[in-house]
């Protein structure tokens, strides 16, 4: 892979509490690529589900990954793991990223990504228009008997496969500059 610095012009660092997007759309419909792990050796996977907040007074992001997933093993070994947005054009890298295996296809050299390393070592791309970096503070196990609405596992987990959460402190957020 390439070894890219953050040290990029084309990208500015600007507090969480300086996003101006509607995270609900951002998340849920324009989708993000989780990465996790370091530029020689990471993967990545897309996500529509998590969010942003502020928990334990820190402002967060949370996200959802299946033990199954390629991406999780780096997720629970990684201290880190970035949200990564990207125009609309570029919906083919996160459909590709959603649909296919890192574990047999390296998404980076398939997608064109172009990798771009944090100054903390985690990864990004060049194509991104927003980066949330993450630093791991809490994780834990979705399981049936924490369901109140039990209808929700039944028709989104048929099979039991439950996801596993992780809460990550936003330490860094970078958005392009055109």
């Not at 500015?12 to 530029?39: F, H, P």
């Not at 990223?97 to 990004?124: A, D, R």
């Amino acid at each position: 892979m390439m070894n890219t610095h953050a040290q990029n012009d084309t990208f500015k660092e600007i507090s969480i509490r300086e996003l101006n997007e509607n995270v609900v759309k951002l998340i849920a419909d324009d989708w993000m690529l989780i990465t996790a792990g370091q530029i020689d050796s990471c993967n990545m996977m897309t996500a529509s589900w998590g969010g942003i907040g502020n928990l334990w007074n820190e402002p967060v992001a949370f996200i959802f990954i299946r033990p199954q997933r390629y991406t999780y093993q780096f997720t629970e070994k990684e201290e880190y793991f970035t949200l990564t947005f990207f125009e609309e054009k570029d919906r083919s890298i996160l459909n590709f990223c959603g649909s296919t295996s890192g574990k047999f296809v390296n998404k980076i050299s398939e997608t064109g990504l172009i990798p771009i390393e944090t100054e903390l070592g985690n990864v990004y791309y060049k194509q991104a228009r927003l980066v949330i970096e993450c630093k791991k503070i809490y994780s834990d196990n979705i399981e049936y008997q924490g369901f109140i609405d039990k209808s929700i596992p039944e028709s989104v987990y048929p099979k039991s496969d439950f996801h596993k959460m992780y809460i990550g402190k936003i330490i860094k957020v970078l958005i392009r500059e055109n």
